[in-house]
Structure formats: structure tokens, C-alpha cells
């Protein structure tokens, strides 16, 4: 069974920091490309950031230079560090795996950016 587990969600001020996990079990961790995807209320699902398993990276225009995606294959873990913070960035973030034509998705976690 496969999970994606994702935390560190939370509320925080503009211009601050969040450190968003996400564990995944169920899967060869390593082959698969992992990504961070949100959604704001009323929007849709937006791409934020991914990692392909050779390690190179993509990021969303509006997230770039202040999000970084990581990985950890031997803690099948994918990290999401998010600095400067601002109020457009408050959405559920999601975690996803995506392997040819595998796609496996987290719960989501909320990140709330606001004073």
C-alpha cells in the first residue's frame, strides 16, 4: 500500500519560514520523480516545486529563489523549505510521486500565511 505522509504544515507571518515534509512508503522511493503541488480556496491545483530522481529540480515562477525542494532517498523523504513567506502562498500543499505512469498523491498539509 502505498502512503505519502506529509507535515510541518502550520501558521505563520509574512516574511517567515516553514519546513513541509513528506514520507513516503509503499514505493522504490528513489526511481520516483517527487513534487509539491497547492490549492487555494476557489483555485486549482498548481505545481509548486519537483525533484526528478537524478536530482534535478523545477520550480514554480512565483516560488523561485524562495522555495527549495530536497530529497532524502534513504529516508524516503522529500523536503519543501519555504522562506519568506507571503499571503498568496497560504493553501493546502500536497505531495506527490510520479513515475511513468504511477501517480501517487499525499492528504496535503495546510500552510496559512498570515499576521
Known amino acids: 500500500q502505498v502512503q505519502l505522509v506529509e507535515s510541518g504544515g502550520g501558521l505563520v507571518q509574512p516574511g517567515g519560514s516553514l519546513r513541509l515534509s513528506c514520507a513516503a512508503s509503499g514505493i522504490t522511493f528513489s526511481i520516483y520523480t517527487m513534487g509539491w503541488y497547492r490549492q487555494a480556496p476557489g483555485k486549482q491545483r498548481e505545481l509548486v516545486a519537483t525533484i526528478t530522481s537524478g536530482g534535478s529540480t523545477n520550480y514554480a515562477d512565483s516560488v523561485k529563489g524562495r522555495f527549495t525542494i530536497s530529497r532524502d532517498n534513504a529516508k524516503n523523504t522529500v523536503y519543501l523549505q519555504m522562506n519568506s513567506l507571503k499571503p498568496e502562498d497560504t493553501a493546502v500543499y500536497y505531495c506527490?510521486?510520479?513515475?511513468?505512469?504511477?501517480?501517487?498523491w499525499g492528504q496535503g498539509t495546510q500552510v496559512t500565511v498570515s499576521s
Open positions: 506527490n510521486a510520479a513515475q511513468i505512469i504511477r501517480s501517487y
